[in-house]
């Protein structure tokens, strides 16, 4: 299967059906003002937030906006030199001194079919074969997804990024409900043996990952989280699926932590949380952790 993004584009631009739903309020339990909070995708473009019904409103009533993290943090300097050093191989080592040579063999084949170019380029190689396993396979997540959708998708345009210009905009504060380092260590921080089975299994199972992709891309497009979830639940049973302790890491455990600190970023100020779509699912996603913590959460229609 093989999706053409026009068609994608076509869900996004006509809304889905009444029930669609991205974007919530979170009230009561002694909040003097409303907040909100917006699920976001980070291969949809940033224009796709005028589809969002009551995003505008949203942006109004509240008073400084909030995402996973601060989106300029991870653009400073320092923050670049530290991601670096979690994405890159120590001292000269290569992808030659982690994988097996069928293993090198590969992903050199890979990178030849899918860029037309491989490891024996020295740009390729300077830029590629000196990452981890893990950020390589992050790395051609994104290009597999823009093969697919050339010219559609600007990985400079996010959602989560267009949230924030807006409160600078409006002289208002942006903050994190974690740090980059969090967030960098969570993805790339992983053991080497478990790096490179990922980044096999991603080769292996390419169209698998597209059609995953696509999966979920509609769903959010159709703003639909019954269909995202189970979109994501599918994901869960896939040939690469995170592991049970992965899951727990990047998605339950995160969602307990953000729970714990918005009653008091919304007790101080009303907020627009901007913060992907998974974590808002399912009995311990943040809407429902937010309603057991005695918060009334409406969809915004």
Known sequence: MRKIFALLLLACLTAADAGAQLLYKVSGNGLEKPS?????????????????????????????????????????????????????????????DVLSATQYKEVDAFLKRLMGVGLSSPQVMEKMGRMTPAALAVELQKVIYMTRHMGEY????????????????????????????RQGRMVFDKPMKRQVEALMC???????????????????????????????????????????????????DRNDAWVKAMP??????????????????????????????????????
Not at 155 to 181: C, H, I, M, R, W
Not at 210 to 226: G, H, V
Not at 227 to 245: F, P
Request: hydrophobic fraction near 35%; proline fraction near 3%; charged fraction near 25%.
């Open 36 to 96: 909100y909070i917006i699920g976001t995708h980070h291969l949809c473009n940033a224009g796709f937030a005028s589809q969002v019904t009551g995003v505008r409103d949203a942006l109004v009533a509240t008073d400084q906006v909030y995402g996973e993290l601060i989106v300029a943090d991870a653009e400073k300097p320092d923050t670049v030199k530290m991601l670096s050093r979690m994405m890159y191989l120590p001292g000269g080592d290569t992808l030659r």
């Open 154 to 181: 600007d990985p400079s345009s996010s959602l989560d990024k267009y949230f924030q210009a807006q409160a600078v905009k409006n002289n208002e504060p942006v903050g994190g409900l974690e740090t980059v380092e």
């Open 202 to 252: 991603l080769i292996h199972h390419e169209d698998e990952y597209a059609d995953s992709m696509d999966e979920l891309t509609d769903a959010y497009c159709s703003q639909d989280l019954d269909k995202l979830q189970k979109a994501v639940e599918k994901g869960y049973g896939s040939s690469c699926a995170m592991t049970a302790e992965e899951k727990k890491d990047l998605i339950d």
């Open 264 to 301: 008091g970023i919304m007790k101080e100020r009303p907020t627009f949380f901007a913060v992907g779509a998974a974590h808002l699912l399912g009995a311990k996603g943040v809407l429902q952790q937010l309603r057991d913590a005695g918060y009334t959460v409406e969809g915004v229609k």
